[in-house]
């Protein structure tokens, strides 16, 4: 009895003693295998940063193409005054103050075209301070 306890226990060690790098590794591949895809979704989320300069009576550039899901931050700067940036079908806006840069945020939602207009009035021009953005699939 005792002669055959001692042959299951070595038996169990020489097992666990062969086994054991074949767990580690398993191990070490899925916690890679994690991270890999961690850095992967990080990198789809990536922001994308669309410089945009206002003045009497344009943006540069005025037709801004982001993509649906991915991150933007729209980074402004006035050159000459106070202007304003609304696009009601993203239901975004900021107002764009000369002498810094106005970082506005947002995660495009659905794809489409959508009109951006300035609503700080900023003289003559006013009105056709206007713009699009348009998000892709
Ligand atoms: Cu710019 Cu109104």
Redesign the pocket.
């Given at each position: 009895m005792k002669a055959k306890q001692n042959l299951m226990m070595s038996r169990t060690k020489n097992l666990m003693k062969n086994r054991m790098p074949a767990v580690v590794l398993a191990v070490l591949l899925f916690l890679l295998g994690a991270f890999l895809m961690e850095a992967c979704a990080f990198a789809d989320e990536a922001e994308q940063v669309v410089k945009i300069t206002?003045k009497?009576?344009d943006y540069t550039p005025n037709t801004i193409t982001v993509k649906k899901g991915v991150p933007v931050a729209l980074e402004f700067t006035s050159l000459d005054r106070l202007?304003?940036f609304s696009c009601p079908g993203l239901a975004i806006r900021t107002d764009i103050a000369p002498g810094k840069v106005t970082t506005l945020r947002f995660v495009p939602q659905k794809a489409g075209t959508f009109p951006f207009h300035?609503d700080?009035?900023?003289g003559s021009g006013?009105e056709g301070?206007t713009g699009t953005i348009v998000v892709t699939e």
């Open positions: 206002a009497r009576y202007h304003g300035c700080n009035f900023c006013h301070m």
